[in-house]
């Protein structure tokens, strides 16, 4: 009669495996979760800049400014001197307002 003796070798393969799964799969969310946390800023600076643009300038110039940061103007609000701008960068929106104040300064004497 020959005497069978279990192992423990390849054991570990199953397990190896599962790990480097999660970690995959944990690098993907990392990725993805990178890629709105960077479009979420990018947006936040065009519509930044598309209000402040879009006050002093109007609707055409807060478009133009938008575009420039890689983003799409959705709305643009205005009454009076104030103006609201919504910016989308990717998925994600942005709202920003801005607000022309005129500020009369003297011409100095003399």
């Known amino acids: ?3 069978r003796i279990r192992t423990e070798r390849g054991q570990a393969l199953p397990l ?5 799964a ?3 799969v ?6 993805r979760l990178g890629a709105v946390a ?11 800049a598309a209000a402040l643009t879009g ?10 400014v938008a575009r420039a940061n890689a983003g799409e103007l ?3 609000f205005a009454v009076g001197s104030e103006v609201e701008v919504v910016v989308r960068v990717g998925d994600v929106e942005a709202r920003a307002r ?11 004497p003399g």
Do not use: C, F, K
């Not at 190896?16 to 480097?20: G, R, T």
């Not at 944990?26 to 990725?31: E, K, N, S």
């Not at 960077?38 to 930044?48: C, P």
């Not at 006050?55 to 133009?64: S, Y």
């Open 1 to 3: 009669m020959v005497q």
């Open 16 to 20: 190896l495996l599962l790990v480097l």
């Open 22 to 24: 999660i970690t995959m």
């Open 26 to 31: 944990a690098l993907m969310v990392i990725v």
């Open 38 to 48: 960077n479009d979420a800023a990018r947006a936040r600076t065009a519509a930044d």
């Open 55 to 64: 006050a002093a300038e109007g609707r055409r110039a807060a478009d133009h």
């Open 74 to 76: 959705v709305s643009y």
């Open 98 to 108: 801005a607000e022309q104040l005129v500020t009369w300064v003297p011409d100095p």
